[in-house]
């Protein structure tokens, strides 16, 4: 009897373990395909907790062991049946997915759950629930664990197979018949993922040449064709061999703001040419924070900006494995500091555009140090929510920096400012005492158009206007929720 009551625990155990194991998988995948979104996290949650609950009500009678090895080896096919998924739902890289597909993906992709709740309900019937729990949650913890740890070294497919095997086999070793017959599944799952997940995706990005390199950030994928190359991080496109000219209308005009820029920060821009641009305003030192290692390599390898970034032998460029946060913290006396981080969309990217951030920023900065915020929106035009976005930035910077300026440039909302007082950004542009630089896309006669006064105070006027604005602060758990966090130092504007 004791010996049975061990078992059901250990039983309970390797179902919390395998659960938290292929639903991380889960989660990966379909960030990897389908691109990330808040909405999916809860659509994998929902049918998640669904398809668990259909496996619950309906188990009426059977063994448990049965239910724990399909449950494990349809696991082992998740990679497989999310990209098949995709064939027919036909995800965009870089494109919001329709919610309806999402939708669609998440309970298709979902079903191996159910064998998860025929489990538990057939084990909750043989030994006491909470005792229960507990083991499951133990497992869970221990499945969390080793999934974070594995996943950026061990391919999901051979993770999950090893997972199983090792967590199942104890249960069934005793019948010889029914060990012999898991482990041929098991095989034929991971064989299946290995053979098929290549074709699938020949499909899926038709043309195109893939790889997939796993990160501790995320997957990284890579399509390339006809010299074109793409890298993409969680679905998202991250850096385009096309891509090398844009932040050229960012980095040169703060660059020649400072009268003599010798250590420069860099966060985000790496990948389409921000180093390169900075490097050719003589400057002496370049620190780019990049904590993804693995991108990185992707990035010199297969991005000609960056593999054919020549520096000067005076020029020290540091590629630094670290958050942008700590950087800050540890390094000072920066002349110009340039941020293009992306629009903050998630949690993860809202973290560059809080008081807390810009504070930081500014202790970073030397007495007469210059620090820009690039915000990418559309070309001439705010949609209501990026007037709203854009306005929140504003009126946040503002609190850090009350001499901010902001303009309207060709497709981003620029943000500037000087440590010690008014940075007068047009003026200095319009002062014909520029450093000589070979810059494409700003030539030095399309300043006064780029940076018009009446453009400048058109974008005013209209970040005036927006309904809803509010001071953005870190993310507090408890306290607020959302991609803009107002923490205890919410301010909101509602004009009458």
């Known amino acids: 009897m004791r010996k049975a009551k061990s078992t059901y ?45 259909i496996g619950s009500i309906t188990h009426h009678r059977g063994n448990f062991l049965s239910s724990i090895v399909a449950f494990g080896v349809l696991g082992v096919v998740i990679p497989l049946v999310v990209r098949i998924s995709a064939l027919k739902l036909r995800p965009v890289f870089g494109m919001t997915t329709p919610f309806w597909d999402v939708f669609i993906a998440g309970f298709l992709c979902s079903a191996p759950t ?9 084990l909750a019937k043989m ?3 909470a005792k229960l729990y507990a083991a499951e949650g133990i497992g869970s913890l221990v499945g969390g664990i080793v999934a974070a740890v594995s996943l950026s070294a061990v391919p999901p497919e051979i993770l999950l197979s090893v ?8 249960l069934i070793l005793n019948v010889p018949r029914r060990f012999i017959t898991f482990v041929m599944l098991l095989a034929a ?15 899926l990005w038709r043309g195109f040449t893939t790889q997939e390199i796993e990160s501790p950030y995320g997957r990284i994928f890579i399509m390339q064709k006809s010299g074109e190359n793409y890298i993409f991080e969680n679905g998202r496109l991250v850096a385009s061999s096309g891509d090398s000219l844009s932040c050229e209308q960012i980095v040169h005009p703060v660059m020649w703001a400072h009268f003599s820029p010798q250590k420069v920060l860099i966060i985000g821009g790496a990948m389409k040419g921000a180093v390169r641009d900075a490097a050719k305003h003589g400057v002496s030192q370049i620190v780019v924070p990049f904590p993804d290692e ?7 390898a297969t991005m000609p ?19 942008v946060r700590s950087v800050l913290a540890e390094e000072r006396n920066f002349d110009v500091i340039v941020s293009m981080p992306g629009f903050p969309e998630t949690g993860a990217d809202n973290r560059f555009w809080t008081e807390e951030f810009f504070k930081k920023v500014k202790f970073a900065l030397s007495d007469s140090g210059i620090f820009a915020a690039a915000l990418p929106v559309g070309a001439n035009y705010l949609s209501e929510y990026q007037n709203e976005m854009a306005a929140s930035i504003w009126m946040t910077a503002k609190r850090v920096f009350p001499d901010a300026e902001i303009y309207f440039l060709d497709g ?19 002062s014909k005492n520029l450093r000589r630089v070979n810059a494409a896309t700003v030539p030095v006669d399309y300043l006064p158009i780029l940076f018009q006064k009446e453009r400048s105070k058109t974008l005013e006027h209209q970040l005036n206007d927006a309904y809803f604005v509010r001071i953005n602060n870190d993310w507090e758990p408890g306290i607020s929720m959302g991609n803009f966090s107002a923490g205890g130092s919410g301010k909101f504007k509602n004009p009458s």
């Open 9 to 53: 625990l250990y039983s309970a155990f390797v179902l919390g373990l395998l659960s938290i194991a292929i639903q991380t998988i889960f989660l990966r995948e379909l960030f990897a395909v389908y691109g990330f979104s808040e909405i999916l996290l809860a659509v994998l949650l929902f049918f998640w907790l669904l398809w668990g609950a």
């Open 114 to 122: 159910f064998f998860a709740g025929k489990t538990f309900s057939a």
């Open 127 to 129: 030994d006491s629930p």
């Open 189 to 203: 799952a991971y064989l299946s993922d290995v053979f098929l997940i290549p074709p699938v995706n020949s499909i």
């Open 163 to 170: 997972l199983a095997l090792i967590a199942i086999s104890p």
């Open 412 to 430: 981003v909302v620029l943000i500037a400012a000087e440590k010690g007082g008014q940075i007068q950004l047009r003026e200095r542009l319009l």
């Open 305 to 323: 900006v960056m593999r054919n970034l020549h520096i000067g032998s005076d020029v020290d460029a540091e590629f630094v494995p670290a958050e």
């Open 294 to 300: 693995k991108l990185l390599e992707v990035a010199f």
